[in-house]
């Protein structure tokens, strides 16, 4: 999968870049691209690029990034770099990780 990049034109607005590190064509790595891709396309359409990287492939670029487990997202711009490990199904939770949302407010009291 190295080399592969998802990429949308650019509008005035600063590119986000995202690396998807995945291991392998698992059920995983392809659900945590699809849903990556559905989140840009709905919330940063024409102003990110995705590149995703197969550790199977090309296990030195972990250490880069510091990868301990796959799927990881990583996003390099706009800093500061985040990451989000998980096949990115809960879509709140990518959201609020990649600073599109602010966290909502918890009601009630935990116990």
């Given at each position: ?22 291991a ?45 487990a ?42």
């Amino acid at each position: 999968m190295k080399g592969r990049s998802t990429a949308r034109k650019k509008s005035p607005s600063e590119e986000w870049i995202l690396r998807l590190y995945v291991a392998g064509q698992s059920a995983r790595s392809a659900a945590a691209l699809r849903n990556l891709e559905a989140i840009c396309e709905e919330h940063l359409a024409g102003r990110y690029r995705i590149e995703v990287i197969d550790l199977l492939k090309h296990p030195q670029l972990a250490r880069g990034d510091q990868i301990v487990a796959v799927p990881t997202l990583v996003r390099h711009l706009p800093p500061p770099m985040k990451k989000i490990i998980g096949d990115l199904s809960n879509q709140e939770r990518v959201l609020v990780g990649l600073d599109l949302r602010q966290r909502r407010g918890r009601s009630g009291v935990r116990s």
